[in-house]
């Protein structure tokens, strides 16, 4: 069974190994990589996680399995568009693929979007990630724009995907 749930203040260390293990597991699936990522100082993991917490408009969420943490999303209300939530971060650990944990943390940011009056959730997906892109379009997200690459150097094409939440 997976329940899901936003990140505690004191959990940044949960965060971290997630975050990590992501950027591990799946390196062509973020716009960041393991090797900057795994440079930052314990302060920054837990300031980023203390920070995200006070904030009303980043909403952090694990996923767990038999009480232990298995994926992760972020979800933040933009700061330059107030009506648009951006997610990032979403990830879910292989042994808990194919249990729901994905759409679980997909469901729980487009409810705390919607709890926001964001009127579109957006993210960015890599191409070649099917499984993730099943996801996103099965839920009702769209393609906008043109895809782009990942990251400066990458081959890898990313595309964004919106949700509209005000129709």
Not at 5 to 21: D, G, M
Not at 118 to 139: M, P
């Amino acid at each position: 069974m997976i329940s899901i749930r936003p990140v505690q203040a004191h959990e940044w260390r949960t965060y971290q190994a997630l975050r990590l293990s992501a950027l591990r597991d799946s390196p062509d699936a973020f716009g960041s990589t393991y090797a900057v990522e795994s440079a930052h100082s314990e302060h920054f993991w837990q300031e980023r996680i203390q920070t995200a917490c006070a904030s009303e408009a980043d909403h952090v969420l694990l996923a767990d399995k038999e009480g232990q943490a298995c994926g992760l999303v972020w979800c933040k209300l933009s700061a330059s568009e107030p009506a648009v939530a951006d997610i990032y971060q979403m990830w879910v650990a292989p042994s808990a693929r194919g249990l729901q944990a994905g759409y679980g943390l997909l469901d729980a940011s487009v409810k705390w979007a919607n709890s926001k009056q964001a009127a579109c959730i957006r993210l960015s997906v890599t191409l070649t990630n099917a499984a993730a892109v099943q996801l996103y379009k099965k839920y009702g997200f769209s393609p906008s724009g043109e895809p782009e690459p990942l990251r400066e150097g990458s081959s890898l094409m990313s595309q964004t995907l919106v949700l509209d939440l005000a129709g």
